[in-house]
């Protein structure tokens, strides 16, 4: 009985805790996101319906230092342009045009700073503004990719942020038509850039550089992800965002927006191979860089426009007098959807690219989890179906086990007019009373942890789930029925404007939609199916658990709150029917009587 008081009281701490990290940290975060949603939605809707101002400044970077041992990342322009057709106004450029991708390549620097995401948008409604990924560096929320060279004064000015390249008259960037940029430098080196895109989110650029002067000369390729803002509400324990990449014998790399302010560079050893960059919840820019030797860094730069830049830069490679040398580099910029990226990871053989996608520490869960919940979803032709479903093959995977345990937990109902005779018997000597209780589990064949399992072996797979809804891109914005149009968004109905019919906005805390209230009332029958515990404290908790639980899930996605709800509806279900072939009693409607009723029974009888 210790033993069981302690657990409980355990429990119940475990639940305090929780539901004070719900109120006093998650749901102000939330209210926060939706507020920054609401004004970056309010932001976008400007710029595309052509409100511009004057910008101050071209966007452009300085050319990089000289020398074999920077990267670019020096000054930067003040931001002047308020909306993306201020901020590419007058700027050279070519479009970009492809299934998945739209936007402008910037001429100045061959710099990728605009791109949308053509099958994304900012709200479920299918009216509301594209995503937009990359922004023009004059932009308050700058964020663009761009490669180049530098190398020893001997080469000259070599390609970089100031570079204006040449493009042909009326070139786009499409999936069936690269584009051929060219520059010569004050050296005799021609630079011949091709710009290919496939119908995802990878960009291929490969240089060509010709060495038309009379001596050889050394040259460094780089490139870098430079991102000036960082998101409004920081990530929280469940999923990494900022910097992030895969490289040499440190491997995965997770940097935090705060972490690199405080240390102002992280610069793992040197590798061969692998990819870097920054990413978000859903949407990503990673480098993969030219194969052979780059030393890859993650900074942050101070100054009067404070930036996070993901950068690499290769050993030198000498271009002899009349020769030429190659370099291929490759950039992502696109949503985070699984299988393009597992693709991508196996065709383009970039070491463990899969990892851009934030799987958590059960992973081993969580990804045959996704695969599963996709599959049936092609079956289904819809997310909330197909959780449904997942959760019936979880349920079907874990049934010898929750058999067993329910079983267990019957058999223990039958015997208890004994245990309590025992505990009667031995009120005064708790060690014989202990004894005599095993003696009983042993000669009853009766495990008493066994009603423990079916909740342990949920924990992770509820968890798994989470992540699955929360992270992967597949779940957002994937309707229901009815009212749930965003499964990784929390039910919008309340309890307290009565659904909708009082029309007024609640606070966040107060939101206990129609699916947590399902998933609370389906907890707390599961609950009532057992008879009452004897420790009053314990019957406590287990009266207050499923009402504790309502109002700290409620903010929730609403795909985990159905499933957490179908589950329950299972587990009684599975519950009644083994404990009713055992010949156990089902305590639920008793208990429900003494509940509700003032002659309720003692503790411990029904």
């Not at 014998?249 to 990819?275: A, N």
């Not at 199916?529 to 899930?553: E, G, H």
């Not at 279900?573 to 156990?584: P, W």
Request: charged share 20%.
């Amino acid at each position: 009985m210790d033993n069981n008081r302690n657990l409980f009281i355990t429990i119940a701490l475990s639940i305090v805790i929780l539901t004070a990290w719900q109120f006093l940290y998650i749901n102000p975060r939330i209210e926060a996101q939706r507020q920054a949603q609401q004004v970056e939605l309010d932001r976008q809707a400007a710029a595309q319906s052509g409100v511009a101002q004057a910008p101050a400044g071209d966007g452009s970077l300085p050319a990089p230092v000289a020398g074999a041992d920077t990267v670019p990342g020096a000054a930067m322009p003040a931001a002047g342009a308020s909306t993306r057709e201020a901020a590419i106004a007058g700027q050279p450029r070519i479009l970009i045009e492809t299934p998945k991708l739209s936007g402008t390549l910037n001429l100045q620097g061959a710099r990728f700073d605009d791109i949308l995401l053509n099958e994304y948008r900012v709200e479920v409604d299918p009216a509301s503004p594209k995503v937009e990924l990359l922004h023009p560096a004059s932009m308050p929320n700058g964020y663009f990719a761009e490669v180049g060279f530098t190398g020893g004064a001997d080469a000259g000015t070599l390609p970089g942020p100031d570079t204006l390249w040449t493009a042909p008259a009326g070139a786009k960037l499409t999936v069936e038509t690269p584009v051929t940029l060219t520059h010569t430098n004050d050296r005799g080196l021609t630079f011949t850039r091709v710009i290919a895109i496939d119908a995802d989110y990878l960009i291929t650029v490969t240089d060509t550089v010709r060495n038309g002067g009379s001596a050889p000369v050394a040259l460094n390729a780089y490139g870098r992800v430079t991102r000036f803002d960082k998101p409004t509400t920081p990530s929280n324990f469940v999923l990494h965002e900022g910097l992030i990449g895969v490289t040499g014998e440190e491997g995965l790399q997770e940097i935090d927006y705060s972490t690199l302010e405080d240390d102002k560079e992280v610069r793992p050893g040197k590798s061969t191979d692998g990819w870097l960059g920054i990413t978000d919840k859903y949407w990503a820019t990673a480098l993969i860089p030219p194969s052979g030797a780059f030393q890859p860094r993650y900074s942050y730069f101070e100054g009067d426009r404070p930036r996070f830049q993901a950068d690499y830069l290769s050993d030198a490679v000498s271009v002899a007098a009349g020769g030429e040398a190659s370099f291929t580099s490759r950039i992502f910029a696109g949503a985070k959807v699984v299988s393009v990226i597992d693709r991508y990871e196996a065709e383009q053989d970039i070491r463990q690219f899969e990892l851009m996608i934030d799987w958590g520490w059960f992973y081993f869960i969580t990804k045959p989890m996704f695969h599963l919940m996709d599959w049936l979803y092609r079956l289904a032709g819809n997310f909330g179906v197909a959780i449904l479903l997942t959760t019936v093959v979880v349920k079907l995977i874990f049934f010898p086990l929750a058999n067993k345990s329910y079983v267990s937990m019957a058999r223990m109902k039958v015997v208890q007019p004994k245990m309590l005779e025992i505990r009667e018997k031995y009120a005064d000597d708790k060690m014989k009373q202990q004894q005599m209780m095993m003696e009983l589990y042993k000669k009853e064949k009766i495990n008493p942890i066994a009603g423990c399992w079916p909740v342990l072996v949920q924990i992770p797979v509820f968890f798994a789930l989470y992540k699955v809804l929360y992270v992967t891109i597949e779940m957002r914005h994937a309707p229901f029925f009815g009212w749930i149009q965003d499964l990784a968004a929390p039910d919008p109905t309340s309890l307290f404007n009565l659904f909708g019919l009082i029309p007024v906005d609640l606070p966040q805390v107060l939101t206990i939609g129609v699916w947590p209230l399902l998933m609370g009332i389906t907890m707390f029958i599961q609950m009532q199916m057992n008879p009452p515990p004897p420790d009053p404290t314990q019957a406590l908790i287990f009266k207050w658990m499923p009402i504790v639980f309502t109002f700290m899930m409620a903010a929730f996605p609403a795909g985990l709150i159905i499933y957490w709800a179908w589950n329950n509806l299972l587990s009684i279900l599975q519950q009644g029917f083994i404990m009713k072939r055992q010949g156990a009693k089902i305590e639920l409607w008793d208990n429900l009587k003494g509940l509700f009723s003032k002659g309720a029974p003692p503790a411990g009888k029904t």
